[in-house]
């Protein structure tokens, strides 16, 4: 007779069925992970305009973070279901950000039922920077960088890729959560918005590991999340006590609020123009003095201003008797004698007794929106027509000098590039200003997301900041990021207000791009040498990722 076999374990029965080993139940995993991305997804919608309750954003990531630990602590046979969990979290991430893109007119678009379409594409694409933030992270974990730097690390790699190329989209880095908390940000004047991202993502991770450690392990990284937090509470107090007193210079900004219903077509560009030439002249007589600038918002000027002779004198016959120069936003046309044509977004100077004197071409145009990428590089990327813009790209960022001082202009969405303000200021500019159309965000929280993030533009360089916008939020912002006179949303405005000077170079301004650099290589050691580490079989404990 054969020996009897053992009886197996209770543990084990149910492991292995007639066909071999069981699937593990991922339901449970499914539900943890779940629940925790949600979470996230939640929390952070109240971090950024409209709700401005900026530093929930401190900890607002937390459940994200555990969601990473749990993927990687999953059995072998999860994983791969765990990592299609977190990148629809890393979606969702943005999707409840940018909501506001399905606000665009469907009028606006040639494609029916497009901007849905382009909104999943949108978030789907954004999403996979963060999701590729996670994955280096968890490579991290098995060669010891602890989830509350690796994380952080790669997470602010990722958003540096996703501000270059002419698919940059920049929108709602980490840290602009933070930006009308300015006293918390005094910092970016030394690393730039990617610092105020990396801190807002290392508290969050050390919040984290507190929260998953036993007995008094947690003290720890508790103490280093409040001293982190409060070091750049103390530091910006600090430096906005010590700014020097700088000096002004006032502009007279005008928020039109003309509607696209009628904006542009022909039989009311002059009604539109001569109004927007009321509400300055209404602007320029409450003040004993006069403003060094008027500025208009984006194509105020609803005309090409180079071609159209009529609006050209109904512009200059106001600024020669007003006697101050005009920066206005204006559609720009150029014809070549092989036939081509170049279309741009610009925003040009009308001086006194002297015209048109300087013009800026946008040069950071709204992918799929203003054009298609690379349509230079590949012209036959032009056969595509979603109903965009199709603008060409300026030449660079090259300051418009009014009078004594130089100023740089983005248009539109430019605001958000932290490249653009630095490349203005090494080219001498003392301030600048950011002329905008938001009209079609509507009465979501899209044009006060896009308005706050110009905010960082002026303390990264210490130089003042004056916004036109059509329909709001116009206002200034003085080199410690801090707004004032803010205007409401679909008025018409007329502000008044100084704007500070700014001269010399910040620390961010000389270093440029070194800390984003300096974590796409710690992000790339990560990722390389944890590939050569397996991940572990069967999941950890918990509390020991």
């Known amino acids: 007779m054969g020996k009897i076999p053992a009886r197996r374990p209770e543990s084990e029965i149910g492991a292995e069925g007639p066909q071999g080993p069981a699937r593990p139940d991922f339901s449970r995993l499914r539900r943890a992970l779940g629940v925790r991305l949600l979470a996230s997804a939640a929390l952070i919608v109240f971090a950024f305009p409209p709700f401005h309750w900026g530093p929930v954003i401190l900890?607002?990531?937390?459940?994200?973070?555990?969601?990473v630990r749990?993927?990687?602590a999953a059995p072998a046979g999860q994983r791969r279901q765990a990592s299609w969990l977190l990148y629809l979290g890393a979606v969702l991430h943005f999707a409840v950000l940018l909501y506001w893109v399905l606000f665009l007119p469907p009028e606006e678009v040639t494609v029916p039922g497009v901007i849905i379409l382009g909104f999943a594409l949108l978030c789907g694409y954004l999403g996979l920077f963060v999701f590729?933030?996670?994955?280096?992270?968890?490579?991290?974990?098995?060669?010891?960088?602890?989830?509350?730097?690796?994380?952080?690390?790669?997470?602010?790699?990722?958003?540096?890729?996703r501000s270059v190329t002419q698919l940059a989209f920049p929108w709602a880095l980490l840290g602009y959560g933070l930006i009308e908390t300015p006293v918390l940000l005094q910092f970016l004047s030394f690393t730039g918005i990617f610092g105020g991202s990396l801190l807002v993502l290392i508290v969050n991770g050390l919040v984290h590991a507190a929260l998953i450690r036993r007995g008094w392990r947690w003290l720890a990284p508790a103490g280093m999340a409040v001293a982190l937090a409060g070091a750049a509470w103390v530091h910006g107090r600090w430096a906005i006590e010590r700014l020097p007193p700088a000096p002004t210079l006032e502009v007279l900004i005008v928020q039109g609020n003309i509607g696209r219903a009628i904006k542009f077509k022909p039989e009311y560009r002059?009604?539109?123009?001569?109004?927007?030439?009321?509400?300055?002249e209404q602007?320029?007589?409450r003040g004993v003095t006069l403003p060094a600038l008027v500025i208009w918002p984006e194509t105020a000027a609803p005309c090409y201003l180079k071609l159209d002779a009529e609006c050209?004198?109904?512009?200059?016959?106001?600024?020669?008797a007003a006697g101050v120069p005009l920066l206005t936003g204006a559609p720009d046309l150029e014809s070549y004698p092989d036939g081509s044509e170049r279309l741009s977004n610009s925003a040009f100077l009308i001086a006194p007794k002297r015209g048109l004197v300087a013009q800026y071409d946008k040069v950071n145009l709204v992918p799929?929106?203003?054009?298609?990428?690379?349509?230079?590089?590949?012209?036959?990327?032009?056969?595509?027509?979603?109903?965009?813009?199709?603008?060409h790209r300026g030449r660079g960022f090259v300051p418009i000098r009014s009078g004594d001082q130089a100023f740089g202009v983005m248009i539109c969405f430019e605001s958000v590039f932290h490249a653009v303000g630095r490349a203005y200021a090494r080219e001498g500019a003392s301030y600048f200003v950011n002329i905008t159309n938001d009209e079609w965000f509507g009465r979501s929280g899209g044009p006060y997301q896009h308005a706050a993030m110009a905010a960082a533009r002026a303390i990264e360089n210490r130089r003042g900041l004056a916004r036109a916008a059509n329909t709001g939020v116009s206002f200034v912002v003085d080199r410690a990021g801090r707004?004032?006179?803010?205007?409401?949303?679909f008025t018409e405005a007329v502000l008044r207000a100084p704007v500070e000077l700014g001269a010399g170079a910040t620390v961010a301004m000389r270093i440029g791009d070194l800390l984003p650099w300096l974590c796409l290589a710690l992000t790339g050691v990560m990722a390389v040498a944890g590939h050569r580490r397996s991940p572990p079989q069967g999941a950890r404990p918990a509390r020991e990722v």
């Open 283 to 285: 602007g320029l007589a």
């Open 483 to 489: 707004v004032s006179r803010a205007t409401p949303l």
């Open 132 to 161: 590729g933030a996670m994955a280096a992270s968890r490579r991290g974990l098995r060669i010891g960088v602890p989830l509350w730097l690796g994380l952080p690390v790669a997470w602010t790699a990722g958003e540096y890729l």
């Open 70 to 72: 749990l993927a990687e």
């Open 368 to 391: 799929f929106g203003e054009a298609i990428p690379y349509q230079d590089r590949w012209p036959a990327l032009a056969a595509i027509n979603f109903g965009e813009a199709d603008f």
């Open 312 to 320: 050209r004198t109904l512009l200059a016959e106001f600024v020669d």
């Open 59 to 67: 900890i607002a990531l937390v459940p994200l973070f555990d969601a």
């Open 270 to 280: 002059r009604r539109n123009v001569e109004r927007m030439i009321e509400l300055s």
